[in-house]
Antibody, heavy 116, light 107 residues
Framework: QFQLVQSGADVKTPGSSVKVYCKAS????????ITWVRQAPGQGLEWLGGINPMFGTTNYAQKFQGRVAITADESTSTAHMELSSLTYEDTAVYYC?????????WGQGTLVTVSS | DIQMTQSPSTLSASVGDRVTITCRASQSISNWLAWYQQKPGKAPKLLIY???SLDSGVPSRFSGSGSGTEFTLTISSLQPDDFATYYCQQYNSFSQTFGQGTKVEIK
């Protein structure tokens, strides 16, 4: 059974960066893209971008261009999402999910809190 | 960017009711639309993809329809487990966007 397991909750200060991990198991890692989506408290879902692990190609939401970096390590079946220049508005649960269109498997989510 | 608008934002219904949620795209997305169900504290769950294809294991009381700019998610007979928030997602363009969500509450 395919599964995505994410790194644990994190607290960051404004202006710093956060890196969230997403480890895949139970399937072929580079057969699917990995997409990152976030959800601020009480809000809807927001797409950040995605990566094709086989080719390393990435696609980012214009809103986050220059501030987000998504990478993938085939040797460990792990995708990473790094968000820099954090503000309080970046406080959210960050999800990784399998796919570049419909997202059929999701990680459990990682709460990132930006606080001084 | 393609904007997705869901209606209503909140829906109050009873067990056994037929429920319909609408999602409108700001431009044509063909049938590149998915629907998700999310419960508090949980990750979203894929219900429907390509506008009308039911994901594996999803009960047949869920159905999707539409193409172009207007889409609907229908629950034929609402069950207690269906009280949740539902999101549409377009993946036609190089970027993807979600609707703002529809919360289905107990009447």
């Amino acid at each position: 059974q395919f599964q995505l397991v994410q790194s644990g909750a994190d607290v960051k200060t404004p202006g710093s960066s956060v890196k969230v991990y997403c480890k895949a198991s139970g399937g072929t890692f580079n057969s699917y893209e990995i997409t990152w989506v976030r959800q601020a408290p009480g809000q809807g879902l927001e797409w950040l971008g995605g990566i094709n692990p086989m080719f390393g190609t990435t696609n980012y939401a214009q809103k986050f261009q220059g501030r987000v970096a998504i990478t993938a390590d085939e040797s460990t079946s792990t995708a990473h999402m790094e968000l820099s220049s954090l503000t309080y508005e970046d406080t959210a649960v960050y999800y990784c999910a399998r796919g570049s269109g419909q997202l059929d498997y999701w990680g459990q989510g990682t709460l990132v809190t930006v606080s001084s | 960017d393609i904007q997705m608008t869901q209606s209503p934002s909140t829906l109050s219904a009873s067990v056994g009711d037929r429920v319909t949620i609408t999602c409108r795209a700001s431009q044509s997305i063909s049938n590149w639309l998915a629907w998700y169900q999310q419960k508090p504290g949980k990750a979203p769950k894929l219900l429907i993809y390509k506008a009308s294809s039911l994901d594996s294991g999803v009960p047949s009381r869920f159905s999707g329809s539409g193409s172009g700019t207007e889409f609907t998610l229908t629950i034929s007979s609402l069950q207690p487990d269906d009280f949740a928030t539902y999101y549409c997602q377009q993946y036609n363009s190089f970027s993807q966007t979600f609707g703002q969500g529809t919360k289905v509450e107990i009447k």
